[in-house]
């Protein structure tokens, strides 16, 4: 395997970038656990938790097409801008509502789901705005480094939430978020690349149905979809569970809480890293299911875990799979995807990325509540595995000739 400088880095656009967003990331991860925290103070139901992480995904199986629609016809750098700046109102209100003490779970459900509504718009367009910040010949790289990013965040986020919820009050990890998407819009007010629209302007639902034409024609872009959705309805959802593992399994708290939160974001990072020096080699989609396999045999092994210090070990190596996957996932769907359908085509890929978790959050929840975290896990584990190996045998005749 060749190791490669990700040639990313050398597009001071792209450099900007990633410095707003490592800011604002920590601040969306720290929120995440915080309100995670928040949900099992009030209600200790895991049900909840599946509750609000469906409200916060629900608009992505909503919105997200549209969003996709948007980011094929104005120019992204000035969407985004739009979306980073209405994403601050959610974090302040909850903040404010929490110290004003008249915080509830229908509050929490309906600014999650107003977040979730900005981000259904917001990701199409920043996933498609990467090709054109540094060029497809290091797209693969922009990919990875931007997960990289995401998942150092999401190692110093939690640790960091961990912390302040065990030191001061629960409200300063909303307060930090709402100020975290500052750094972000200036960096996109500096940015030259303005990511134009390369769509020609065709009808919602004639932009749609070429997109989806392009997908049902290209069976190795159908069934990574396929898989994907399968993981974001099935598999990713486990971490809604971390909480009840937490406190109900381990009799931690919420610093043992963050603390798996953050070694998942390192395993996750740890995985980014690999996949952006790794460049842009054929075998992704033996990497691919390489990946999905060592995730479900993982997540069995979590399940009949009664360490702590072993479960951390299990949770880092999931976190380095998922990513992996997803990274190279993106990168081989866009670089078989014609430009002027990128904004589309990944708009079809939030869907199934972030639209199931919905379903998948509320299922992950009725599965613990019923049988409890390990058994849910052991119930996962097992379905995710069934569906990469069904994935491996559709896709075994394009393994050798895959595009790199």
Known sequence: MAITIPGAIYSRDFRLYLSGQIISLTGTWMQSVAQNWLVWSITGSSFYLGLIG??????????????????????????LILTQSLSIIPALILAIFIDLKIITVLHIAILAFVLGTINAFDVPVRQSFLVEMVGKESLTGAIALNSAI???ARLIGPMIAGLILSIFSISTCFYINAMS?????????????????SGKGDSVRGGLREAIG??????????LLLLIMLFSLVAIPYIILLPAIAEGVFQGGPRL?????????????????????????????????????????????????????????????????????????????????????????????????????????LIAGSLASVLGPMTALKVISIVTLGGTLIFRVLTRPYGIIERP
């Open 54 to 79: 469906g409200a916060s995904s629900l608009p992505m199986l909503l919105f997200t097409l549209i969003g996709g629609i948007l980011a094929d016809r104005f120019p992204k750098r000035r969407l």
């Open 181 to 197: 998407y500052i750094p972000v819009v200036i960096a996109l007010l500096m940015m030259k690349t303005e990511g134009l629209p």
């Open 214 to 223: 392009f997908v049902l024609s290209d069976r190795v872009v159908l069934y």
């Open 150 to 152: 995401f998942n150092g």
């Open 257 to 361: 809480y963050g603390l798996m939160m953050g070694i998942i974001g390192g395993g996750s990072l740890t995985g980014a890293l690999f996949i952006a020096f790794r460049g842009e080699g054929r075998g992704k989609i033996n990497l691919i299911a390489l990946f999905t396999t060592l995730f479900s045999i993982l997540l069995f092994l979590l399940s009949t875990s009664g360490m702590v210090s072993l479960s951390l070990i299990f949770l880092f190596f999931t976190g380095f799979c998922v990513i992996s996957f997803l990274a190279t996932a993106n990168s081989l769907i866009q670089h078989r995807t014609p430009d002027h359908l990128r904004g589309r085509v990944m708009s079809l890929y939030t869907l199934v990325f972030l639209g199931m978790t919905p379903p998948g959050n």
